[in-house]
């Protein structure tokens, strides 16, 4: 039996049918579903769900700056109004 990933349990519609820990077996429709989930890149939104409150503070830092800075630079390429 195979230990359930919780980032997979956690999109199962069928979690409720288990109880506690989720295991399966190899070769299952739920070790098909399993590894889709895991091989498929994880969305930006569940990344956050899953991080810290310090850990997204961090990370959404390092976005708006990154998004400030692509911002700034180009406004210094612009030719100067008025």
Known sequence: ????????????????????????????DCE???KAILECPMPNSDHLQELSDEEKA??????????AQQYILEWLKKPMEG
């Open 1 to 28: 039996m195979i230990k359930c990933d919780p980032r997979v349990f956690s999109r199962c519609k069928y979690r409720s049918q288990c109880e506690g820990d989720a295991y399966y077996r190899e070769g299952s």
């Open 32 to 34: 098909k579903f399993a």
């Open 58 to 67: 961090n990370l959404l830092t390092q976005v708006f700056y990154r998004a």
